[in-house]
């Protein structure tokens, strides 16, 4: 049976989150998440992405591996584009636009060449955790899961992260990234923020935050090996 909504006993969550996010699991909120998404089913809503790539972020991204976070928003809401990983979509999906405006920047500060795909796989495997806020949407209405307990589990990630982990840097990107990252402490992590890069923010300062290099500057001066932003063809 396919997997539509994150059954504790069910889905398959890497272990090192696992064991830190189990009491979430249990909770009483997560429930009534599940419950929430079994009913969405029921009606006949397409949800994406697929059940078994709700947690793929942390399935490819372990937390003793993270050095980058990326928050996001929710997930893309249309056909075949949402796999699980914040602005990234499958290997045959056009490039959205704001994914679009991360490779220009990316261009512009690290002489990255932009791939013809939007597959953000080999950051993961990197140790960016590219995590979106809200894990689920309804297919063609974005933001249709928000308010629904995903932003608790997810800010209990961040929690994880600024209380266990050390040296990471944390990427914000527009004011609903800016405000879930407000709990990070700067003194433990480097925290960088700037306009959301979709074509309607992009301009605002987005463009030339040199967030990549940066990122690595950091990483490098704390002994941690940098991500290699630049993606196959």
Known sequence: MR???????????????????QDDFDSPYMVELRDFLREQKALGKTI?????????ALNATPFDAVKV?????????GPGQAHGLCFSVRQDVRVPPSLKN?????????NFVPPKHGCLNEW?????????SVL???????ASHKGRGWERFTDSVVNHLNAEANSIVFILWGS?????????????????????????SASRGFFGNHHFSKSNEYLQAQKKTAIDWQLSA
Request: hydrophobic share 40%; charged share 25%; proline share 7%.
């Open 3 to 21: 997997q539509t909504e994150p059954e504790a006993r069910e889905i398959k969550l890497e272990s090192s989150w696992r064991e830190r996010l």
């Open 48 to 56: 994406y992405p697929a059940g078994n790539e709700i947690f793929a």
């Open 69 to 77: 976070v990326i928050l996001g928003q929710d997930p893309y809401h």
């Open 102 to 110: 991360i490779y220009k920047e990316l261009a512009a500060d690290v």
């Open 124 to 132: 993961a495997q990197q140790g960016v955790l590219l995590l979106n």
């Open 136 to 142: 689920t949407v309804e297919a063609s209405l974005a």
């Open 176 to 200: 609903y990234a800016q405000k879930k990252g407000a709990m990070i402490d700067r003194a433990r992590h480097l925290v960088l923020q700037s306009p959301h890069p979709s074509p309607l």
